[in-house]
């Protein structure tokens, strides 16, 4: 899928998340595949507030550095969320 983004950008659907004393993480699928991210305390802080910001369990992940893109400014990710859900749901052909 090639977006405003670039060919590395996918999009995920969490799938759980789990945070502990010791690790932050978030299980993603993407492409019928399994990702597990391992998050910072800030990161997870910001996860906390996408899902505050957002309707959906969807988040856009560059696949070849595994990093969320979990920009907390609730139009502007809304919009490009917008427009990676359309674009998956045509099949990613754009």
Not at 8 to 31: A, C, F, H, P, W
Not at 43 to 63: A, G, S, T
Request: net charge negative; glycine share 4%; hydrophobic share 40%.
């Amino acid at each position: 899928m090639v977006l405003f983004f670039g060919e590395d950008m996918e999009v995920g659907v969490v799938q759980s998340v789990y945070q502990d004393e010791t690790k932050n993480s978030v299980v993603l699928i993407v492409r019928d595949e399994e990702y597990t991210i391992f998050l910072s305390d800030e990161e997870f802080r910001k996860l906390q507030i996408h899902f505050q910001n957002q309707e959906n369990l969807v988040i856009p992940i560059n696949m070849k550095t595994k990093e969320l893109f979990l920009d907390t400014d609730q139009t502007e990710l809304e919009e490009a969320l917008e427009e990676l859900v359309e674009a998956a749901d045509r099949g990613g052909e754009e």
